[in-house]
């Protein structure tokens, strides 16, 4: 599978893959603190703010888009701005299969030329797959937020983690 897989820029039409796989993400339960679904405004807006440093790949086989990952702002303080947040988020027909470690290292790669010098990124301590991934890709846990957010009603723990590039 993997020798099949290309990792490229995101661009505008990639914005319906892109919503799907969130909303998988959301569905799910398993790597967002989100809620409600998200819509192609929602999406649209938010692909206009992930333009330069913070960029968007797309992980595409047979040109279906199966995964996607992009640099976040950590913080709006410019003693921050050599850090990058993370988000990953697989179609569920491919978790598993290394698209994660595919766009993860494209990713790293474009965070070292953008100036980034350390990437964070928040998960959830039952969300092994995800954790899998950081271990592999070089992450170290960093510590845990105890009770950070509500998740179906009820606080749940946020592990943060971090990757010196």
């Not at 959830?124 to 009770?147: A, C, D, H, I, T």
Request: aromatic letters at 12%; hydrophobic letters at 40%.
């Amino acid at each position: 599978m993997i020798s099949t897989l290309t990792v490229r820029q995101a661009a505008l039409q990639d914005m319906g893959s892109i919503i799907r796989i969130y909303n998988q993400g959301i569905e799910d339960r398993i790597a967002t603190l989100e809620t409600e679904t998200k819509d192609s405004s929602y999406m649209k807006a938010w692909f206009s703010d992930h333009q330069g440093r913070f960029s968007v790949l797309v992980a595409e086989r047979e040109s279906e888009i199966i995964g996607w990952a992009s640099l976040n702002p950590y913080s709006h303080r410019c003693a921050y701005s050599g850090v990058a947040d993370l988000s990953v988020y697989i179609d569920r027909s491919y978790r598993g299969q290394g698209v994660g470690s595919f766009l993860l290292e494209s990713l790293h790669k474009i965070a070292k030329e953008n100036s980034f010098h350390k990437i964070v990124l928040f998960t959830f301590p039952f969300n092994q797959g995800g954790q899998s991934l950081y271990f592999k890709m070089g992450y170290r846990q960093v510590g845990v937020f105890e009770k950070q957010g509500i998740m179906n009603g009820e606080f749940i723990d946020v592990m943060i983690m971090e990757k010196l590039l």
